[in-house]
């Protein structure tokens, strides 16, 4: 399974961006889908996730109540919505596929890997 994130770009703090993530050739439908980013010279970090039937969603507490992390199935596509940003949100942020659903906010729980989508929130 390959990812493709797409969505991120340049935002002044409290403004909002959605990031898309959308699989290629499979669906995430047996996936749970997480959200990570990564600024330079850090570790990648787990920002978001949800389970594989969406019912349940999981957050690092940074964001919680700013950002809702969603999957349309019928679409194919898992996306983070990113509300009130904040300058530390900035960094490139990679979306995941889990296949057990296990350790959802593990980074190596999750086999797949997008490419990655730079978001920049400026103060």
């Known amino acids: 399974v390959q990812l493709q994130a797409s969505g991120g770009g340049s935002v002044r703090a409290g403004g909002s961006l959605r990031l898309s993530c959308i699989p290629s050739p499979r669906t995430l439908t047996q996936y749970a889908a997480g959200w990570f980013r990564q600024e330079p010279g850090k570790e990648r970090e787990f920002v978001a996730a949800?389970?594989?039937?969406?019912?349940?969603?999981y957050y690092v507490d940074s964001v919680k109540g700013r950002f809702t992390v969603s999957r349309d199935d019928p679409k194919n596509t898992v996306y983070l919505q990113m509300d009130s940003l904040k300058p530390e949100d900035s960094g490139v942020h990679y979306c995941?596929?889990?296949?057990?659903?296990?350790?959802?906010?593990?980074?190596?729980?999750?086999?797949?890997w997008g490419q990655g989508t730079l978001v920049t929130v400026s103060s």
């Open positions: 995941a596929a889990n296949p057990t659903g296990w350790g959802i906010k593990a980074i190596q729980r999750y086999d797949y």
């Open positions: 949800i389970s594989r039937n969406g019912d349940n969603t």
